[in-house]
């Protein structure tokens, strides 16, 4: 369980996120990633990074139970800071970086492939942010990567998701196959683009980072001042309270 980094062929080095059963990352499992993508990004002999994931979906976002669970705002603090960390370490990483999704992405899930290079998904993949209704903001300056803008406002406004087929419609989602297809399909587009010579995808990166058209770390930084903002005046634990009564009722069948 955790994050695990291995070398898949010659330039690809694959980062695997495991946290059972819906990969709900931990604060400390944030900044993790964010160590590792960096780690694969600075090997001179990497010339791709695939992020991919166990388990049922590519990502729940934060653990909101760790949050609760814990006094005061040193865990959001801790989430917002390892999110912030994870979302970049991708962004900036040297090389590109292939987000592999299958099942569910959400929350924090959307700031990973939102600023990945490249995108495949399983025709199980749904994509959203369901922020408002845990009481927070953030990760529409990566949802709007993905959709046009007023689509990505009626997805954040709603909680509502979109699937693999919609993004792959809007070309920001490259490939859609069968879940059992995915880590091959993810594989040979890496292999495609680890066989380029890596001082010119290294190049590449830098320069596609440098003509983007928005600033994506200044952009998500100013989204998180409002979450901030939501718990400091106590409407985010009310928020998450009711969610995690709603959620054990649930599951109690009641």
Sequence with gaps: MGINRHSAAP?????????????????AGWFTLADEIRAAGRDQETRVVVLRADNR????????????????????????????????AV???PVPVIAVV????????????GNA?????????????????????????????????HLMRALFYTAGTVTAQQLHHFGSVFQVVP????????????????AKDGRVIRAAKRALNGIDVQDVHRSYRFEQGFTFELNLAGVSDEIRDRFDEDLAARRSGN
């Design 57 to 88: 979906g590519f990502n729940a976002g934060v653990d909101i139970k760790e949050m609760q669970s814990k006094p005061g705002h040193q865990a959001l603090i801790d989430a917002n800071h390892g999110c912030f960390e994870a979302f970049a």
């Design 179 to 194: 879940r059992e297809e995915l880590d091959a399909a993810a594989l040979k587009v890496a292999e495609n683009v680890a």
């Design 117 to 149: 290079d490249i995108i495949i998904a399983s025709d199980d993949a749904t994509f959203g942010l369901p922020e408002v209704d845990r009481g927070a903001l953030g990760a529409a300056t990566h949802l709007s990567r993905l959709v046009p803008q």
């Design 91 to 93: 962004y900036d990483c």
């Design 102 to 113: 299958q099942g569910f992405c959400l929350g924090g899930g959307i700031g990973l492939v």
């Design 11 to 27: 330039g690809v080095a694959v980062v695997t996120v495991d946290y059972p059963p819906v990969n709900a990352i931990p604060s």
